[in-house]
């Protein structure tokens, strides 16, 4: 049997010495990766946390025969391909090299599938411990900004089989200010969160997420204890991660796993105040969102998609609100050389596609539904509210009553939507002058 | 089951040889090169390519996006809805596949050539062809070792000319801003001199094989890319995408040498991975277009027309949205990523015709032997019988 040697210390330590034997009985890719999530401990969200410490206590309970049963598959590629003669020792960078010992094998796709049947047999019983049905409501709000060329008669078109659609009455809520603070509540005080959010938040900041393109809510949100990411306020952070990694390129890289584990390391702080809440944890999540997610460095769309699917995986806040924008148009030539910076002179004015931006979030909006409906915490118990400023039409699904509904024919005042999200959430907010749209919360 | 060990064996023994004997570095011409009367058929291959996913394209709710192929291209020929990719869903060893007829395991970012033998060295081996009459023009700038296999008999001196006019564009834009100095990329007509320079200096840096058989070619192959590169920077539109200067070179290529196999590899589909759905929708309709227009100019000029048959293929899909990733990716191996589609149009192809058989994207390489008529290395793919030959 291989042994690794993962380093852990605190916790981790604890949990992988409780189950010791366990973890010995497992195919090593299945040991690796568990070591690998448990060397990052202070860095995972508690989700992360209770979704391995119930990893470990489900397996170590399994009957010797059924979890053998489980793992002969994966133990016989591994076998077959000669995964125990790596002598890597380092859990992180032996996974690294048995995926590479797989792939040159041509049985990645053979073992992906024995794993994914692994863990497809005991997810239902994690799933049941970790998410049970009496859990509380989430809400995930998706609103598209109003310099966004909206086409109604395309708008949520990926939906049509899905959730209601209400009128809006838009009445005293022109522009983005006036929108946000209508659907979101007033601050009880400066540095505090909006109503709604602010009484989502109870239980750590980490329970309520705003994800942006552009910075509008994070101004209505200014000094709150809540979880916040903008594309335009991270922009010094990109700027110096992009120079960093164009540096590492310019003087050379073994491999792309080698400069993979070197932009893994990367200790790089976004700049004060660009971030509404900067735990360890979170300035990892944001390095790993552009490292990991194709595109988030260069387009600002991308960037909430990706992080809003991370956050939903990842963090499972209560609330996410994702608010996407109009992105730049790419620039010619400079653009073609990933990661380099244009010099001063040849700075090609910027050109917003407001067009292409609404087929954009049409899609990404769509991705972060279904990423949404993957993932246990959100089935079954999430509303999603999709609007776009300046429209008067709303689409909301109840993720426990999915199928389209004829739609509302009483326009919704955007106090009616605050309240039908307070009253989702179980949450008591001030200022409730609307009244819950009743078919939603019922 | 027992051929194939015996073939990974083989394969792996002449590799093994390959690594330890020296490497000739320059192909050769061959010793009675066969007059190209002998050979009249012509074939275009060109890759849909960069990854596509069947219903952003042929699909009923995709047409939009394809319009030259499905309302003028597809008429005139034979369309196979269900194609289908098989192997690693990486741009390197799906076209690769294409063009061995064989799943390949190698290297994705190019640094491995195939491990079985490409069309382009068996048709020219076999017909003692020199090294202008099989090109690959690729945007993807990994692919400048797709021209020729890894095999000992094979390789260099059969290989095709393999051109990346994609990665000249790139290098040649980090020198102009690699100072403060000097005209930078607002300065087209410099640009356009700095590449001429770099193609002077030696375009083996960018990845491009471009065997020479002689000065002769050598300063006519000049000549064409230097033509090329300045007509893509004087065209009104100042297209700035990577496969509108593969299609200016891959016109100067058929216009110069009329070569008989012609693999073009379009890839700006692959945007897709910015994440941004309209530059990939957008992507799509520009190589629509292009195909178009690369049948149109093959139709203008006498050695191409009524002689050439082309093939288009994505050389696969991309993830679907359920099951998958989404369309930014194509690694998840799952049914969207390896369901494509195929048309073929031209010599020897039943006009207005389609046919339901599922077919395999590693039937290209043994249909493009039977039209050049060379005998196809042992191989995954089967011919396409609806296709006369």
Known sequence: MIQFNPGLTGESATLAQQHRDTLARLPATVRAFILTELQKWPLLFEAEQRYQRALLEHVSRLPEHDLDQAIAGIGRIEKDAGVDRIGERNPARFQDEAQALLRKRGVNVAWRGEVDRFFQQIDPALDAQLYPGDAPRRLIVQLYAGNIAVQREKLWNRFRRAGVRVPLNLEGTTGSDAFLQALFGVRDAAGSAPALLAAATASGPLDAWIIESHDALHALCDGASMTGLSYDRLRAYRDELTRTLNQKIQSGVDSPQAFAAYARGLQIAPPAGALLYSADVLLAFVRDVFLTGNGTLLVNNTFVEWAAVQALRRAQPRILVTRFGVRDKLKPFSSMVLFSQPRASDHNPVVPDPAGSFIDVEQLSYYVWLNAEKNPAYRQKTLYLFLAEGVDEMLAIRSDKPAAQPAATTPARLADVYATMARWLGATVPNQSGEPILPLVS | ?389
């Open chain 2, 1 to 389: 089951m027992r051929w194939r060990r015996r073939d990974a064996i083989r394969i792996l023994a002449a590799c093994m040889a390959d690594w330890w004997l020296p490497h000739r570095l320059f192909a050769q011409r061959p010793a009675t090169p066969k007059s190209k009367a002998q050979h009249e058929r012509r074939v275009i291959v060109v890759t849909f390519g960069g990854g596509v996913r069947y219903e952003d394209t042929l699909a009923r709710e995709g047409w939009v996006n394809i319009p030259h192929l499905t309302s003028e291209l597809a008429p005139q020929g034979l369309v196979y809805p269900i194609a289908r990719h098989e192997g690693l869903t990486g741009h390197f060893n799906s076209t690769a596949a294409l063009v061995t007829g064989s799943r390949q395991n190698v290297d994705a970012y190019g640094s491995e050539a195939p491990v079985t033998p490409t069309i382009f060295e068996l048709f020219r081996r076999e017909h003692a062809l020199p090294p202008e009459d099989t090109w690959m023009i690729a945007t993807n700038k990994s692919f400048g070792l797709m021209g020729g296999s890894k095999l000992r008999s094979f390789g260099d001196p059969y290989s095709a000319n393999v051109v990346l006019p994609k990665q000249l564009l790139i290098s040649t834009i980090k020198a102009a801003v690699s100072t403060e100095s000097g005209p930078g990329v607002e300065d087209r007509r410099a640009l356009a001199e700095r590449m001429m320079l770099a193609l002077d200096e030696g375009y083996e840096g960018f990845g491009w094989r471009v065997f020479e058989s002689g000065r002769a070619l050598g300063a006519e192959l000049k000549a064409s890319l230097a033509k090329s590169l300045l007509a893509y920077f004087n065209d009104p539109a100042t297209p700035t995408s990577g496969d509108e200067l593969t299609f200016f070179m891959t016109k100067e290529i058929m216009n110069r040498f009329a070569p008989s196999l012609l693999v073009v590899n379009f890839w700006d589909i692959d945007i897709a991975h910015y994440g941004a759905y309209s530059l990939y929708l957008e992507a799509i309709r520009r190589t629509d277009r292009l195909v178009y227009e690369l049948w149109q100019h093959a139709q203008a000029l006498p050695a191409y027309r009524d002689r050439t048959t082309l093939i288009v293929v994505p050389e696969m899909g991309r993830d679907s949205d359920v099951a998958g990733n989404g369309f930014a990716n194509h690694r998840s191996g799952d049914e969207s990523c390896r369901r494509v589609w195929l048309v073929a149009l031209g010599a020897g192809v039943p006009r207005g015709a389609g046919s339901e058989r599922p077919i395999r994207t590693l039937d290209v390489a043994p249909t493009v032997a039977q039209i050049l008529g060379f005998r196809m290395a042992e191989c995954e793919g089967k011919p396409l019988p609806e296709l006369a030959f």
